[in-house]
């Protein structure tokens, strides 16, 4: 049975992986066939950002290029059985850009093995979208 520690280590670990950049390494933390989901609105986010659902590295690859995370802090964790809800403040960057503060929320799923099922992240895509260098898609 999956327990809360080791999923919030899972997590802890994938954001860590996430702010290293490592593209392998992050290839690692995925169940085969997962689906990463980035939730916002669709116009806005389609020439900019991936949304999905699609599959998680093609999804996360993506987004390591166009945003670096620089730091991350976890503010809240719901875990029951296999599934994570995670409130998170991020300081972030597009290549190139000043830093910025944003919050996401993942929903996460996990197999027995601890690999990612599943992430669903909520954010203010209106404002990454014009961070990253898309803010005439914003007028």
Do not use: C, N
């Not at 290839?27 to 599959?55: K, N, Q, Y």
């Amino acid at each position: 049975m999956l327990d809360r520690v080791s999923i919030l280590a899972a997590v802890d670990d994938a954001y860590a992986r996430r702010a290293s950049g490592d593209k392998v390494a992050l290839d690692a933390i995925w169940a085969p066939g997962a689906v990463f989901e980035l939730v916002g609105r669709s116009p806005l986010m389609a020439a900019t950002l991936p949304t999905g659902p699609a599959a998680a590295m093609d999804v996360v690859s993506t987004l390591v290029d166009r945003v670096r995370f620089h730091s991350f802090e976890r503010l809240d964790a719901v875990v029951e059985g296999g599934q994570a809800a995670i409130r998170w403040h991020i300081t972030a960057s597009a290549p190139g850009g000043a830093p910025f503060e944003i919050e996401l929320f993942d929903l996460w799923s996990f197999d027995e093995q601890y690999r990612a099922t599943r992430l669903v992240q909520f954010t203010d895509t209106a404002l990454l979208v014009d961070r990253i260098g898309g803010a005439a898609l914003l007028a």
